[in-house]
Each structure stands twice: as C-alpha cells, then as structure tokens.
C-alpha cells in the first residue's frame, strides 16, 4: 500500500513558540512566515499528526532555505516529533515531512516556515 500524504504538519520552533497550527505555522492551508527569537544554538522542533489507520513504517524530515528545495532530510522512524539542532541565525528554513511504508514514500505534507533570528 503506497501513502499518498501526510496530513498535518505542525511546527514548534524552539520550543519557546506555542502550537503554530496544522497545516502551516500560523493558520490553516499553505505557508505563514513566523519570526523566532533563536537562542545560542538553534534548534527547531516539529510535530505532526501520525497517519490514521494506516500502516506507517515511519516518517521522513526534510528541510532547506528554500520553498520546495529540501537539500537535507533525516529520517526518524515511528516518531511523530523532532528536533533540528545546528540551525543558523538570521536565516529562514521550510520544513516538510513524508511518511513511508512498504509500499514506498508518501508525498510532502504542507510545507511549514520559521525565520531564525
């Protein structure tokens, strides 16, 4: 069974934002910036929601500087979190997560940003 897509993206940066939202920071549907003040360090953490009554094998991060060009990824199996350390200041990512299965890898979920100050 192939995933067509993960649902729900929700971004937590810092953990010092609150809940941004599903489906893009800041709102419901498409892509928001967000302005985070980015302690030494900076770290970004997102969540979302795990794929309903589908058997998911795990999920995949991608993120970048640019819309849609994800040039690092990192797969972190089952888990519905993660935390992105090493990020750089001044600097704004885009962030999207995929789920997989035997069958394959979904396509992205709703891309979320956040500009690291």
């Known amino acids: 069974m192939h995933i067509l ?3 729900a ?19 419901e549907g498409g892509s928001e910036d967000v302005s985070i003040i980015a ?10 929601d795990a794929m309903p009554a589908s058997p998911v094998l ?3 991060i991608y993120w970048g ?4 060009n994800y040039h690092l990824s990192q797969d972190v199996g089952p888990n519905t979190s993660y935390t992105i350390s090493h990020l750089q200041h001044d600097t704004q990512y885009f ?9 394959g890898e979904s396509s992205f979920s709703d891309e979320v940003t956040g500009f690291l100050h």
């Open 5 to 7: 897509t993960v649902v």
């Open 39 to 48: 302690p030494r360090g900076a770290t970004a953490t997102l969540s979302w």
């Open 95 to 103: 962030f999207a997560v995929t789920a997989y299965n035997s069958g």
């Open 58 to 60: 795990g999920y995949k």
């Open 9 to 27: 993206l929700r971004c937590v940066c810092l953990l010092l934002f609150p809940f941004l939202g599903v489906l893009g920071c800041g709102g």
């Open 65 to 68: 500087t640019s819309s849609h």
